[in-house]
């Protein structure tokens, strides 16, 4: 069973893949960061079972809470569009995936201010 901290690691480590840090990737890590490190690391790390444990734990606030569980319903919602998109291009610029790396991009800056 993984401790807090180390919960709270994943949770950054997954919101750190999900930012725009990701849009610099060649193509095969992009799509390999995509589409098989984020889906379970987003299933797990930003699941609101461990947002409520990170929260009663004092590491994150309700807006960052908010935000996390936004992230996660637009990721697995967008997940299946994006994997039929064989140009990765066209995953950097869709509106969908926009929206996931600003909001982890936004998360980020809150857990760091």
Same mark, same amino acid.
């Given at each position: ?7 709270? #690691? ?15 990737? %060649?193509? #095969? ?18 699941? %609101? ?37 064989? #140009? ?26």
């Amino acid at each position: 069973m993984l401790s807090e901290d180390e919960r709270y #690691d994943l949770f950054k480590c997954t919101l750190q893949k999900s930012s725009s840090n990701i849009l610099s990737m %060649n193509d #095969d890590d992009f799509r390999y960061t995509l589409f098989e490190e984020l889906p379970p690391d987003i299933i797990s790390f930003l699941h %609101n079972n461990t947002l409520d444990l990170l929260i009663d734990e004092g590491y994150i606030d309700e807006t960052i809470y908010k935000k996390c569980s936004e992230l996660r319903e637009i990721y697995i919602g967008e997940e299946k569009i994006l994997s039929k998109l064989s #140009d990765m291009d066209k995953i950097r610029a869709s509106t969908s995936f926009r929206r996931i790396i600003k909001l982890a991009d936004e998360i980020i800056n809150l857990l760091y201010i």
